[in-house]
Every structure is written in C-alpha cells, then in structure tokens.
C-alpha cells in the first residue's frame, strides 16, 4: 500500500471555478503535511504547509483531518496558471524522510 | 530560491558507464536528499544526508552511492548505468523555517538522465 495516495485526474475546469484535491495517507504517525505544485519539466515548489486548524494562502485553503488520515486543498477562482500537478507530501520527521503522492493534474481552460 | 544547483541539467549515458550526479547549495542546509521521479511512481527517495558524511538509504537505493565530503555538495553516482535508472533526478534541501514547527523541502532544478 502506497504511504500516500491521490487521484491522479486530470480535472479539468473553467476558469473561475472551484476545485478540491483529496490525499490520503496510511501512517497515522505522519507529522507534517505540505502541498506542492509542480509544472511541466520543472521542479516541484511549495505551496503551502498543511496545519492541524487548517490555513488559508489567498485563494488556496489546506486542510487536515487526522481522525480520516486525509489532507484537502480548495482552490477557489481558478486561473488558467494554477495549471498544474499538485502534489500531496507528509512527513514523518522521523529520518526526516518524506513521502509524496503521485500528484493530481489541474487544467483550467478559458 | 533556495539557492540550489544541480549539474549536469541534461545527460545521456550508455548503459556500464559510470555517472555522477552533484547537488549545491549556498546556504548550509544539513538536511539534503536525492530523488527520482518516473511516471506513475511521484517522487522516491534514493538517499538522503543529515551532515557531512553521514547518509543513509532511501526506498529505491540500489544501484546507487552517494557522498558529501562538505555541507554545500551532496553527489549522487550510478557505478554502473543501466536503463532502468532513466529518470529525473531531483536534489532537495530541508529547512527549519515552517510554522507550527514544519520542516519544508526546496528542491533543484532536476537534471534529466538518459541510459541507453
């Protein structure tokens, strides 16, 4: 079983629109959460943390459930550059190692 | 900008052949990793170091060595190529500059290996 799981998409909305990933992990010991972004033949980046009250970056929220082991990010008013593949990593900090899902494929068409 | 290099960008290599792979970063990180990232797999760990000379292995650490003889560089090296290690290879630091006591990865820029 994958320590880290997302549905691979592609998801495929309007501009404008708003759109929720899902991830889940199998580690209940997994102590930090973070989403990434990552464009085509380029690095993957942050873009944000995931706290356990949940946090919000402009028109992106994460949130974290640790009772149903899953984190979500809502991106509302979608713009065509949020194209891209979100990636969902979490951190065990132990060995300091990092698991990442296979990401999710956002195409926002005008 | 994490300050994170990786060279060679772009390499294509025959199968036996020796290649090594060099990280650098600018701003005396102790955490750094290597990964690769192949379709349908996301990223996977291959090594990570935690300070000079001190690394250990990762989920897919076979056919693989690393080193770090100083803070800045971490280098990756295949022995021996095979076509199986055509990837991208992305190097990573970690910080300690998160809130709520995170830990982030900043990633290089991937170097595109090819084994023919």
């Known amino acids: 079983r994958k320590e880290v799981e997302q549905d691979p998409g592609p998801f495929n909305v309007p501009e404008g629109a708003t759109v929720a990933f899902n991830c889940t992990y199998s580690?209940?010991?997994?102590?930090?959460f973070f989403w990434y972004r990552q464009d085509c033949r380029k690095e993957p980046k942050l873009l944000m943390s995931?706290?356990?009250s949940g946090n919000e970056d402009g028109r992106f929220t994460a949130q974290l459930n640790r009772a149903s082991q899953y984190i979500s990010l809502l991106i509302r008013d979608s713009k065509l550059s949020d194209s891209a593949t979100y990636l969902c990593?979490?951190?065990?900090?132990?060995?300091?190692?990092?698991?990442f899902g296979t990401g999710t494929s956002l195409t926002v068409i005008p | 900008d994490a300050g994170i290099t990786q060279s060679p960008r772009h390499k294509v290599t025959e199968t036996g052949t020796p290649v090594t792979l060099r990280c650098h970063q600018t701003?005396?990180?102790?955490?750094m990793y290597w990964y690769r990232q192949d379709p349908g797999h996301g990223l996977r760990l291959i090594h990570y170091?935690?300070?000079?000379?001190?690394?250990d292995k990762g989920e897919v650490s076979d056919g693989y060595s690393v080193s770090r003889s100083k803070t800045e560089d971490f280098l990756l090296t295949l022995e021996s190529a095979t076509s199986s290690q055509t990837s991208v290879y992305f190097c990573?630091?970690?910080?300690?500059?998160?809130?709520?006591?995170?830990?982030?990865?900043?990633f290089g820029p991937g170097t595109r290996l090819t084994v023919l």
């Open positions: 990573a630091i970690e910080t300690g500059l998160g809130g709520g006591g995170t830990n982030e990865q900043f």
């Open positions: 701003e005396n990180h102790r955490y």
């Open positions: 990593v979490v951190s065990f900090n132990t060995g300091n190692q990092f698991y």
């Open positions: 580690n209940s010991a997994s102590q930090s």
């Open positions: 995931v706290y356990s």
């Open positions: 170091s935690y300070g000079v000379k001190d690394t």
